[in-house]
């Protein structure tokens, strides 16, 4: 069984913009990133209440908050720790039970730092009895898979993966080797894409991120997984105060909504391809299955 969940941010600014864009396209489960353009770290108790509530009414689960921890040098890591706990205690009140963390930048040079205050943050993870799942992006210290798996031999207790395809091949690694290396440890996808000869960012499928055999690998394996869309198809609101960064693209579409359904619409031909049909469950939700 696979389930769909997204960053909704980028395809509505409001939590009901959110909220909107996930249910015209079946989509029940969200990785909470921004609202209105503020970063889910800097939420008051009040919004993080009011937004839960939101959510909640319209049956959609908050499966992981899209956090911005450990993206910020290694040499701010004492200080960060304020925020991984802030940021522990905002995924409490929305009851997730994951929050999406990297492992710092300017850390090339000091693997033993990183893996120190990585074991840090997942102790207050297991304080609040979450889990941290890193994500590989390019710039931090986990980028590549051989720093990723010195990261997963450290064997840090509370601390699980998330594999994102894009963010590989920005990286130079070739997605079938990356995903037989860490496969089996893998906790959920981002769906993101890009042409590796162009850098151009592009929906799933349509550029180097071997989604088909990806989806074979789910398939024998006979797992159930989550897989979050995270098209970047659009600049949406908020993401360069993320991480400043360009983001090329090769579609264009007139709104971040258009942006979205293109993406979700991408993603679910991938599964349809693969053998998937989507179907409703018992408590009203989609999945796709074989």
Request: glycine share 6%.
């Amino acid at each position: 069984m696979i389930k769909l969940c997204a960053f909704a941010d980028e395809g509505g600014f409001t939590i009901q913009e959110q909220i909107d864009v996930l249910k015209k396209n079946g989509i029940s489960k969200i990785e909470l990133r921004s609202v209105s353009g503020k970063n889910v770290s800097n939420f008051t108790d009040e919004e993080a209440l009011s937004y839960y509530d939101a959510l909640s009414k319209n049956g959609i689960e908050v499966f992981s908050i899209g956090s911005p921890l450990g993206k910020v040098d290694l040499c701010d890591a004492d200080s960060h720790l304020q925020t991984v706990r802030r940021v522990a205690k905002i995924a409490k009140i929305f009851k997730a039970k994951r929050v999406r963390v990297f492992s710092f930048y300017k850390a090339f040079d000091d693997k033993d730092a990183v893996f120190t205050y990585l074991t840090k943050m997942a102790d207050i993870a297991k304080e609040y009895d979450l889990i941290f799942c890193h994500e590989n992006e390019k710039d931090i210290y986990g980028d590549i898979v051989d720093r990723v798996l010195e990261i997963k031999n450290q064997n840090i207790d509370g601390l699980r993966f998330v594999f994102d395809p894009a963010n590989y091949i920005q990286c130079g690694e070739f997605i079938p080797s990356a995903l037989d290396k860490t496969f089996d440890f893998t906790d959920y996808f981002h769906v993101k894409d890009v042409d590796a000869k162009s850098g151009a960012i592009v929906p799933a499928g349509y550029g180097d991120g071997c989604f088909d055999t990806i989806m074979q690998k789910v398939i024998d394996s006979g797992k159930d997984f989550v897989f979050t869309l995270e098209p970047h198809l659009k600049v949406f609101s908020g993401y360069s105060t993320i991480d400043n960064t360009e983001l090329k693209n090769k579609f264009v579409y007139s709104t971040n909504e258009e942006s979205f359904c293109a993406s979700a619409d991408a993603f679910k031909a991938v599964l349809i391809k693969n053998g998937f049909v989507e179907v409703t469950l018992q408590d009203g939700t989609k999945g796709w299955q074989l």
